[in-house]
DNA sequence: CTCGATTGATGAGATTATTTCATCATTCTG
DNA sequence: CAGAATGATGAAATAATCTCATCAATCGAG
């Protein structure tokens, strides 16, 4: 038995909460501000206490209220989603993809001339975004993730392994520090990614150097930024040799020991279980499947 | 601008999908099967396809019906769960709690009474569960985690670190293959955890035993199964002491080498993150707390 | 084998929910 | 300062939902 609150007036709620106005989601609803006071009314009543705090002609959520607005919009979120999958034309060549900014200017951006000579009829809207998706509640189509593999509920391909390589800037090879064998890095800063401080200890035990400290360690919140802090001789990263043989070629980076460490990690490609792919997401993927 | 279907109509479709039936939705509804008829067709309308095949007197769903009803139930879920921790009751005394039936069976249930002893007005409903809980749409007020602690999302509080010995029958003590060194695990078979692998081979480097394979190995699906089979004479495993000190000291398990793997996983009491706690709650989590 | 019960479909009409309209109070802006 | 804008509220109009009646087709008990 299940027990759910009125739902028009939740449609309603939901919409003034967005807008933090009758008046606007009147609009949005083409109803009278009048239809969503009255529909506010209702649900406070039934819920029996405050959502909305009413001050001279505004409206403000009540803590309550935001707590509730934020669940609401998850529900309607997974619900037109699931309403616009069901209705989707499985013939649309537009694909939304989501990948990390690092992967997007590195790997994907240089590529973009290949990929739409080899379907010029596929448009691709791209979003950079770090961290995972909820593929019930977003529009996305298909994302590049990087990590194990090991996620539940969605559809996991793999792409290519990740390979770490050191990387730092020329300059540091010319600096009076040396940098000729793996243990020099003891002199060195250590350029490390949040939560992946592993990297450099499995490289390092991988290369037979046991050492408990390096010179000084800088920590960055993602690849970018830590590849980045390379190629600015503030350290030395660990970075994917695909990602950055751009600027490996451009002398942008130099890798002063060709020894990869050979991780556990991939690229991906993921989308929602059990969705049929439209031809937009054919083509991306098989294109994807094939370029690395 | 938001897009949702006639969410009445939805009300109606999830209720008498859930049931596989119309007429068990009129009566859960408190509406004929006629009015189901009714809304249902209007959703299939609205959709432009077929959510039921109708078959004689019974309906089933069709593949587009069965995707859809786990997103709508996903959705009334999380919107029933959040109506309800807006109405509920702050001073309610009733628990409900999640936690792994390992945990549950060698570490919870063996207190139980100290608990009530010590809350005697205070209810616990405990559901033995694996894996994680969404805590968007479970009624389950808090659950037990283990695992590094890196959950988004939810509120995290650190209970006591893991810390695995390895545990045997005492039989293979007594057996013809000696067990007195680290080292003669290789002749052992070694009890692993599916996914958890790097448990034994974390232990065997911290042991400062270096060898690439045992005798054999064996891979259960839970650590509740791996001491389970460690009990009945099949190998060495791993596990946490304080969830095998029962056994430990009625000597259905022996601990051939108290050395501890000082991992970085720890039990967790875990929450809803923003939820303000109900007196059962706060109950549960200062004895959580101090008893761990 | 037959008849009553059961399930779902459908159209017409009844009922209820939702919305508009009218009015009010209060503020804000040109 | 006057008109516009926002939200509240009650009465009435409108639309959505539901019941009722009927139908078709099956199933199970006697």
Sequence with gaps: MRHLPPLNALRVFESAARHRSFAAAGKELFVTSSAVSHQVKTLEEYLGLSLFSRSKRTVALTPAGEQYLTSVRHAFDEIEMATQRLTANQESKVVKISVAPNFLTRWLMPRMARFQALYPDIELEINASMGLLDFDRTS???????????????????????????????????GELPLEKPEDLAKHTLIYVRKRKWEWENWLHQSGVDFISARGSLQMSSGQLATAAAEEGLGVALADSTLTSREIKSGKLVVPFDIQLDTNRAFYLVYRKQRPLTIGMKAFKEWMMSEM
């Design 140 to 174: 996305t189509d298909m994302a590049v993730y990087f990590g194990n593999g090991e996620w539940d509920d969605i559809e996991v391909h793999f792409l290519r392994k990740i390979m770490l390589v050191p990387v730092c800037s020329p300059q540091l090879l010319e």
